[in-house]
Structures are given as structure tokens and as C-alpha cells.
């Protein structure tokens, strides 16, 4: 009978305590009439009927708690309105911020057993500030692959663009040649056709290409026979032999098309041609540590082997799903926690809104104690009302999310095989629900208990004082935690603000209004030989110097923050012995006479490339400043020789720093190189292929004049890449200015929620209080007096809140250091701005309450009441 | 209230009325005369019987009194009396019963009486 009793815990309370004695007599007397065997079925049978009904009974209640929320809501649909989108704001940020968290950083890649894919690079740090992701020269990644153990599989890659033609225009695109056992290892399949065989992988197969969906979808029109249609790449023929799915970003998320990565014999003698990527599937059970133990040991068998080359190189591992810079990480981490803010900022003021109307609805509750309704049935009840809201606001969030989402591509890195917009999935949707359910039992349980308390007791007595004592502790200790949430986005919205100013501030090395500049990519052989690149060059810059508006034009290797790499070992005669430890490299770009003027990069002192710098002419270059001060400090570097890119070269010039690596990271010193001296099939890798010109006016009235020009060039050369310089700079801050966004209307809500908050708690004291202050007038308090007490509490709420969110600012600002550019977490600016807004919207929501407690007349208050 | 507005009935709220037609009963003494005048075909669960009995009461099919006889009953018993309008709404429900039989006969799905 103890079972059965306990068994009945299912139903209701209410249910339990008017028919738990008489189903308890019931069981009784069937447990009498049967007997022996019986009574296990007995049981079985009492088991279901119990679980059964009781589910029954519970959605009896939920139906009855729901059409009376809805008949309440129906009531007051301000409140319900206001409610409503509140838990949206709140629950749509949260659930877009994970989402991009999810999306970039937790969700697993859509590749077979991805947590045992391992991108595979050289390390050169013992030599080299930037050395520790190398690319592998072939013969290394060969021999890494031949000699491990911890690896069932490894693959290679490399980007390569190449520009198509053979349907329509002639079009450049983003590739990767990539060798064939990289899918099998990834798990993925074509959609259509097939993907590379062992075969060609070889030298001299035939070529064949792989198309991404869209590149199928945008040129080929989708055509199912597209298998077996032959284009050319570079001029050379290729065969399209399938198509991959819709969702197939490798190795990064833009490349259209993929070809077999074909290895001469001759590809593997330089041990320090640094070209290609690995990625290897680590065998089940073996450890990431391991791995790397042992490719490091085999790097130093290597270096063993071939000390010239090597004797610097060791391996770098690094988990697929990893490759996540510190920023992108921090800066998704830090919207989520801003996201979290809102949320919490917005539950408070959901949770102050109910806890208002359970009190305004005090007598009301009181009443239907007093019929018998019980305490768990009041806060059941209360508890449906609020789930309806934060289920109605999660839809609307859910909706607001999913809007908010294409907002924000920037902050997902391009580097990273996913899609650009999150997808709303079934994870999105159950964080959603989570979330949502959270926030309605969260924001609804306190108010709900602390109703029922208020409704025991004195509510029924006439004119009885509502809200006061404990309860307005609870709603101002609610107040304190909005305000003080707002001013944890505030801070940090001002920090990261400050932090953006200060890296858009940053000199890039070259003035960047009134440039345009458009990519294009000589296909090879086509341009191996200097000279036939002299004829395209001469021929489009001259043409293009003849423009309208235009003052300079030139060609480079890279435009500055479009190519990392680039970069070449540096060896000063006479400086130090020839080892590769002492060697440290400077970014090489072979540029056109005009870069430095077109550019607005300070020659500091001789004089640029010149048209007359000739194969045959003695080889020149331009360094810069900071390449003088690191090898020939206080000395005049003009008329000195050093050796790079194989050759002995002379200084003539010295050009100002550039941030060739971007505006926030590290660059080697420069060199630049008179395109003209760029030895036949060599290093092709470096011929200019990107142009600037340098023009008054609107640059974009340029480009189709560049075209036709470049047409006339070349009828088969296509044009890529036309942006402005201040674009390639702009898109350096872009994650940073769409964070520092979407913090700021983070920041915002919050801080509109909290004023929301302080201005009800403060009107409603004085609604509630309004016999008390009558009394008061009536004694002769004057106005004065009255405002200075209601703006007092407000002004108490807010310092203690203010303080408190400094406190916690400053916790969070610490997490987020790397973000800060160089802004200290403690900048003072940033809280006493914050503070200073809190305290005046603090100020403001207690102004009409303030007001209206002067305007009171003591008289009709008190009749009234 | 209509009395239609509840049709049709649960089968246990029906046979629960049927029961308690002509006397008042207790809970126990209704599953018994439910499974006696169904001979055995229904035998309500303690939960569906006080389930239903809450919600008839609610829609004011059913009324409770005290036991008949204080004396006689060696636990404290709720008994439960049919109302005015139960009566109505199980008359109700009876002729819509009757209605579809006779539906059925000219189907031909039932034999005729």
C-alpha cells in the first residue's frame, strides 16, 4: 500500500489530496479480492492505469491552465505583447550566437571520423618568426608519408587557380589540385560522375576536373551530361568527370573546381619548395601527441639526411577542426557571452513584468486560495502563463535568429570547410527549445512562489498595501542585475569599439583612397617567358595610364594583404655563415616601374624599378625600411648587394614598411623586384598578376574600359577580383566591425531592458505607495523632498548596479584580451562612459515616476484608496 | 448547457452514469455494477473511474453526498449521485446510441430487434 501510495505522486496535487484516500480504499479491496498470482497482475494492471491517467490528468490541467493563460494574456495584451518580445530578443540572440559558435566552432565537419583528420605542416620557427604552419616541399610530405605509423592515410593539396575557358566568357576560378586518395579519406562522394583515380595522379595523364555544385549549377546550367564535357584550363584540356555536393567545401570554402594534383620526377628534388598542404587521418586509438612525437622524429631523421636543407625543419600537427584563429575563436566566445547578457538582462525584466502582475493580481490570487485552489496548482498555473510567453517569444526568436544569421558571415572564416550562413538545424532548434524552456521556468518560478506567498494571507483585507517589504528587495535585486548585465555590454562594446578605432588607425604602409585594383592570372605556359608578360603588361598599362582620371598604373606579385606568403630567404654577403639558421626571409613581389607612386607607399630615399632594369641590365631592388634597419643598421644601404630569389641584387632604393600581412599581424621586411628581371619559368608563382590604378573620380566608371582593354590584351585572359585598395583594407576589420555590431545592438537591448526595468519598479512604488505619500504631502512634505527620495532610490539602484557590472566587465574584458588591440581592460574611458550612461538612464526612468508622485492629491488619494 | 454540447460521451463517463442511475454509489460499488451489467466486458481502473468522476463533476453531471449510512461502511466513502442534467445528457447520449444502431440496421451491419 506504501508503493500505491507513492505511485499516486503522479496525478496533480490537487487530484491526489480529493481522491488518493478513496483510490487507495479501491485498490484495498481489489488487492483482497485477489490473491496468489493475481496480485502480480493486479499490479501490472495498476502500474499502467496509473501512469496512464495520471498523463491524462496532467494535460486536463495544462488544457485548462492554457485556456485560462490565454483568456488572461487576452486581457492585457500590452503586457502579453511586451513579454513576448522581450523573450524574443533575449532568446533570438542567444540562439543566433550559438548557432555561429556551433557553426564554427563545436559542430563536427561533415567529413568521415573528422576528429582524426591532422593538417600536417613543416615548422620552420627555429628560423623564422611566421615558420610554424609551413606548406611541405613534395619530397618531405613523401617521405612523412612512407616513413609514419600513426597515420592509416594522408593526402595532399594546393591551391591553384586557373582560369577556364570553353564555356561562355573566360572565367578565373579558385581551385585546388588535390591527390586522389584525399576523398576517399574525407568519406564524400560525387553526386555526379566519379571522382580521380590512382592513374592520374601521374605526370602527363590526361587532365580531368572535378566540379563544385555551384560552379555546376552557375556555368553549367546543372546539366546532368555534363560528365565528358571538355573545358580548358590554363589551355590545357580537361575532362569533366563529376560534380561534388552542394554542401562540399574543401580545402577552404571557395574553391570551385578540383584537378589531380600531377607530380613530375622533378617536383621531388627540392627538399625546400615549400607548396603543398597534408592532411593525414590519424589510425584509430593513436593520439594526436603521439603523432606529433613521432613526425617529429622522422623531420629530424630527415634533417639528418639532408642537413643543407633541413636542418631547421621540424613538423607542426594540428587537429582539422582546430584550424581556428584565436581571434575568430574569442571573438564568436565573446558574442555568445554578450548574447548570454541579453538573455539574462531580458528574463530579469520578464521575471519583474510577471512579478508585477502576480502582485497587481494579488486579491485575485487570494481569492482563489481561499476557494481551495492549492499553492502547486496557483504556480502551475502561473508557470503555464509563462511558458506561453517564452514559447511564443522562442518562435518569434527562433524567427529572429534565423534572420539575423546572413548578418553575420563575416565572423565565419573563409579558411574553414563549412558553409558561409550557419544552417538552422535540429541542433539550432533544440538549443532554441532549451533555451526557451530555461527562460520560461527561469523568469516565471520566482514571481510564481513569491505570488502564492502573497496570496495567503492579507490581500483580502480592503485597501490592503500591495508589493513593499520583501517583495520590492526581490524586484529592486532584479532591477540591480539589469542594470549591472548592461553594464557589462556596454563596457565591452565601448572596449572592442576602442579597439576597432585603434586597428582602423593602423598605417597599412600605403594610402589606400582612390585605388582600384582587379586580378589577373596569367595561365601558364602560356606566360612562362618574361617577355610575352612584358608585351600583356606594357600593353594594358599603357592603355590604362591613357583612362581619364587615371594618375599611375601598375602590376604586382600580390597586392598587399591578398598573399601571406611570398616570402624568400634573405643572405647579406659577409654577414654570416651559410646556414639556413642564420637566414631569415623578407616578402618578395616583383612589381611594374609606377607601384610606389600608384600605391602611395613613401620612396624614402634612390629611386624606383625602372622600364630600363633588363634581364641583361644589372639586377636591382628596392628594400624596405625595415629591411635596412635589421641588416644594414645606420649605414647607407644604396649601391650594397645581397643575395635573394637566386640572385645577387643591388640596392637602389628604399621604399616605407608595408603591413603586407595585414593591419593586425606581424610582416617580414620587403623587397621589390623589377618584374623585367624575373628569370623564364621560374618561381612563377610570383609573376604580377595583380593591377592598381591609381585615379581621380569614381573608380568603378573604370572598369569597363579595363576590360575591354584587357580584352584586347588578351581575348582568353579574364579579369577577377576588381575591388577597391580600400576594400582589400577594409575587409581586414570586417570581422571585427560586424562583432563589434552586433555587440553594440546587443549592448543597446540590454540597456533599453534595464531602463524598461528601473522605470516600472519605480512607478510602480509609487502606485503602490500612493496612500503613504499622500499622508506625506498632507503632512507638508514638499515636492522637493518627494522627488528627492524616488530619484535617490534610483540613483542607490544604480551605482550599486554600475559597480557591480564594472567588476564584472573588467572579469570579462580579461578573457577577451587578444581582441583588444592594445586597449588595456582596464581602459577608464570605456567604464566611466557605461557608468555615466546608467547612472542617467537611471535618472530618466525616475523622472515621470517622480513627477507623479509631486502631482498627487492627498485628498482624492486617500478617498480613493 | 446543452446536454448535446457533451456528446459523445467517454465510454467510462456513459457507464459510470448507467451505474449510478438508480442509488448512489462509491467508487468501488461503481466498477463492480459496471462490470456485473456488462458481465465483465468493462472493468474501469481506479484511475479512469476518479479521473472521469473529476471531471463529471466539473461539468456537473454527477453530485457527491455523504454516505447513506455512517454506521454500516468501515472506511470514510465518498458517494456519488447522478444529477438532473446527468440524467438529461445520458438520456442524450442514449438516443444518439440508438440512433446510430438503427443506422446500422438499415445498413444492414446490425441485426434487427
Partial sequence: MRLYSALLHLFPAGFRNEYAGEMKAVFARKQRDAGGLLTVWLWIETLCDILW?????????????????????????????????????????????????????????????????????????AVSHTGQEWDLAPANYRDWKRMNTSFEAMASYRNESVNMLGEGEPLRLVGSAISWDMLPMLGVKPIVGR??????????????????????????????????????????????????????????????????????????????????????KLKPGVSLATARAEMRTIAAQLAHEYPKELAHTSATLKSLRDDIGLQTRLMIEALLGAAACVLLVASMNLANLLLARALERGRELAVRTAIGAGRERIIRQMLTE???????????????????????????????????????????????????????VGFGLVPALRACRAAAADNLREGARSGGGRRETLRSALVLAEIAGSVVLLVCCALLTRALGRVETIDPGFRTAGVLTARMMLPMPKYENVAARDRFYRDVLTKTAALPGVESAAFTSFLPMTNLGGVWPVIIPGQAAQDRS???????????????????????????????????????????????????????????????????????GVAGDVRVRGLERLSEPQVYLPYTQHHDQVAMFYAPKDLAIRA???????????????HEADPAQPISDIRTLADIVDAETLPRRVQAIALASFAFIAFLLAAIGIHGLLSFGVTSRIREIAVRIALGASPRNLAGTILGEAARLAIVGVAIGCLLAYAAAMQMRALLAGVTPNDWFSYSAAGALCLLMAVAGSLIPAVRAIRVDPAIAIRTE | MQPESLLPLPSATFHILMAVSNEDRHGYAIIQDVAELTSNAVKLSAGTLYRSIQRMLEQDLLIETESPDPESDDERRRYYRITPFGRKVAQAEAARLSQMVKLAQRSGFAAKA
Fill in chain 1, 53 to 125: 491517467n495520471a498523463a491524462l490528468v496532467h494535460l486536463d490541467v495544462l488544457k485548462q491552465d492554457l485556456r485560462y493563460t490565454v483568456r488572461s494574456l487576452g486581457r492585457s495584451p500590452g503586457f502579453a505583447a511586451t513579454a513576448v518580445a522581450v523573450a524574443a530578443v533575449g532568446i533570438g540572440a542567444t540562439t543566433a550566437a550559438f548557432a555561429m559558435l556551433d557553426h564554427v566552432i563545436l559542430k563536427p565537419l561533415p567529413f568521415a571520423d573528422q576528429d582524426r583528420l591532422i593538417e600536417l605542416f613543416e615548422d620552420h620557427s
Fill in chain 1, 195 to 280: 571522382w580521380f583515380t590512382e592513374s592520374e595522379d601521374q605526370a602527363g595523364a590526361a587532365g580531368t576536373a572535378v566540379l563544385s555544385y555551384a560552379l555546376w549549377q552557375n556555368r553549367f546550367g546543372g546539366e546532368a551530361n555534363v560528365v565528358g564535357r571538355k573545358i580548358l584550363l590554363d589551355n590545357e584540356a580537361f575532362t569533366v568527370i563529376g560534380v561534388m555536393p552542394k554542401d562540399f567545401y574543401f580545402p577552404t570554402r571557395v574553391p570551385q573546381i578540383w584537378t589531380p594534383q600531377r607530380f613530375a620526377p622533378s617536383d621531388y628534388v627540392d627538399r625546400n619548395d615549400n607548396y603543398i598542404y597534408g592532411l593525414g
Fill in chain 1, 386 to 440: 509563462s511558458l506561453v510567453l517564452s514559447l511564443t517569444g522562442g518562435v518569434l526568436g527562433i524567427a529572429l535568429a534565423a534572420a539575423a544569421l546572413p548578418l553575420m558571415v563575416k565572423l565565419v572564416p573563409v579558411s574553414l570547410p563549412i558553409a558561409e550562413i550557419p544552417p538552422v538545424d535540429v541542433r539550432f532548434l533544440l538549443f532554441a527549445l532549451g533555451i526557451t524552456t530555461l527562460t520560461g
Fill in chain 1, 582 to 652: 642564420s637566414l631569415r626571409n623578407a616578402s618578395l613581389r616583383f612589381v611594374s616601374p609606377g607601384f610606389f607612386r600608384t600605391l602611395g607607399v613613401p620612396l624614402l630615399s634612390g629611386r624606383d624599378v625602372e622600364a630600363s632594369d633588363s634581364p641583361t641590365s644589372q639586377f636591382v631592388a628596392v628594400v624596405s625600411d625595415s629591411f635596412v634597419k635589421y641588416y644594414w643598421p645606420n649605414q647607407d644601404p644604396l649601391g650594397r648587394t645581397f643575395n635573394f630569389g637566386n640572385h645577387d641584387r643591388i640596392v637602389v
Fill in chain 1, 696 to 710: 581621380s573620380g569614381n573608380l568603378t566608371n573604370l572598369v569597363p574600359a579595363l576590360r575591354q582593354i584587357v
